[in-house]
């Protein structure tokens, strides 16, 4: 799935300067026999598939949903090591005729900061349902008739900054949770990236428990740090790990991770949800739904009673319910 800017600049050595870093811009050079619009549809099906590659530092797209974008044509860039940019190109050429894309791949290598601030164009406030929930970057103060519920997150070394569609279908959900009066006692964060989801919850949700895991060491760090400069560390428990490291059973389940890692912890997934619980599973494309679906109902974990999906762009996030409350 697409991920934030990461923090791709060590500090340097007393005399050697800055570590170089680079980025592989890839751009949409015609939109083919379709328009603008399903041409972006299809580079963020590419964006998703680059960056599962561990290679891939960081991925963000760019298109006119994006605030702050102007441009028409969609694109993305790729932050990686400069000793990677090679075999990303060759990775991005091979799913570009998958999936009959026109690209034009600029590969850069640099050692300055600038990225730091270039970037920054990109981010800017989010509110969620209805005025729910402000998200916003730190450089951005709050607004006159900003919600009161607020958190702050800046893009940083983990997926997760409210921007990418499926980030804001777990959301949504939640906040439709929390407008319909319902209150999970036990909820868990699969895959916490930023942490965004889960500190989400801690808003949304004042009184629940909440647990925040990902099987990569810097994620989980990145979540201790928003969460305490969110105030709400002592609500969370982060660890590393997966799936068979929790324990116990939640009321909500939130995992914003692609179909190739959804579907083999299904099992796992559903011994964790208690009985009538929710689990939001995004970072599904729509075309990916029924494959998901098809892993979870033989578990006993189907649609919601209100058909249990929701569809933004080419993302959908699945609702399943696992059975009746005791």
Known sequence: MTRATPDVSPDPGPDLGPEPWATLEIRLRSAGDGDWSEAGERLEALAALVA????????ETRDMSTLGQQTLRPELVVYTRPDALEGLGALAERLAEDLSLDLALVPTVRVDDDWRDTWKQFYAPIVFGAGALLLRPSWIDRRPGDPALELVLDPGRAFGTGQHETTRLCVDAMVELAAAGQAPRRIVDLGCGSGILALAAARLFPGAQITAVDNDPEATETTRENAEHNHVGARLEVFTGTALELRGDFDLILANIRPSVLIPIAGQLAQRLAPGGLAVLSGVLGDEAEAVLAAYAPLGLH????????DLHEWCALLLRAGDPA
């Open 52 to 59: 599962e590659d561990e290679r891939a530092l960081g991925v």
């Open 303 to 310: 649609p919601a009673a209100d058909g249990g999906r929701r």
